[in-house]
């Protein structure tokens, strides 16, 4: 995770296809891991992805921005607006552990 101006950088591992839509793990490294309903098939599981964190982050979808990995499940997300222990308190809140 970077951080700068109010602007954070997230690392994302995403498994597409899932049951539900959640974040699943954070690894030690930040890197978040989260489950999409969304096919990896013309951008859905990108579009999923913003969209669910603007309902997470509470924040309009246009602060959200897919840096790197538009074809790819390792993903660098930008969130505009909020610092990193904004964005961590909120996901430690909702995350679901593998043993839950």
């Not at 897919?66 to 990193?84: A, E, H, P, T, W």
Request: zero cysteines.
């Amino acid at each position: 995770m970077a951080e700068g101006s109010n602007n954070t950088k997230l690392k994302i591992r995403v498994t597409p296809r899932a049951k539900r839509d959640e974040v699943y793990y954070i690894l030690e490294d930040g890197t978040v891991k989260i489950r999409l309903t969304a096919p990896p098939v013309e951008g859905k599981a990108n579009k999923a992805l913003i969209k669910y964190f603007s309902g997470i982050f509470e924040i309009p979808r246009s602060q959200i921005e897919i840096l790197s990995g538009f074809k790819s499940r390792n993903k660098l997300v930008n969130i505009q607006g909020m610092d990193s222990v904004e964005i961590y308190n909120k996901l430690n809140g909702i995350v679901k552990r593998p043993d839950q």
